[in-house]
């Protein structure tokens, strides 16, 4: 069984700073992309930042200047580095995959964490 395991999740005060990590576990072949998306409450989940096995980048234009994406493919984690945080950055950060492959050569997987909760707040 696969899994994606959030973590670093809390509270921190705005201006603050807060770094998620998402570890890939479990029996995979690869996994070339992951993203991390949020929602707040009664808000739709969101695309925050994405980071592909070759290191291109993609970022959601709320958080473009403060946060950043990195990943260690020996280690299967991606994290993100929130700096600068602001109360409208609450929500449940999830981790997600589109390219989760099982087997080589075999078909790809849409796959999610069970999230942690950021709350941003004096």
């Known amino acids: 069984q696969v899994q994606l395991v959030e973590s670093g999740g809390g509270l921190v005060q705005p201006g603050g700073s807060l770094r998620l990590s998402c570890a890939a576990s479990?029996?995979?072949?690869?996994?070339?992309?992951m993203d991390w998306y949020r929602q707040a409450p009664g808000k739709q989940r969101e695309l925050v930042a994405g980071?592909?096995?070759?290191?291109?980048?993609k970022n959601g234009d709320s958080v473009k200047g403060r946060f950043s994406v990195s990943r260690d493919n020996a280690k299967n984690t991606v994290y993100l580095q929130m700096n600068s945080l602001k109360p409208e950055d609450t929500a449940v950060y999830f981790c997600h995959t589109d390219r989760l492959r099982l087997v080589a050569g075999g078909p790809t997987y849409s796959w999610w964490g069970q999230g942690t909760q950021v709350t941003v707040s004096s």
């Open positions: 479990g029996s995979f072949f690869s996994i070339d992309a």
């Open positions: 980071i592909t096995s070759g290191d291109t980048i």
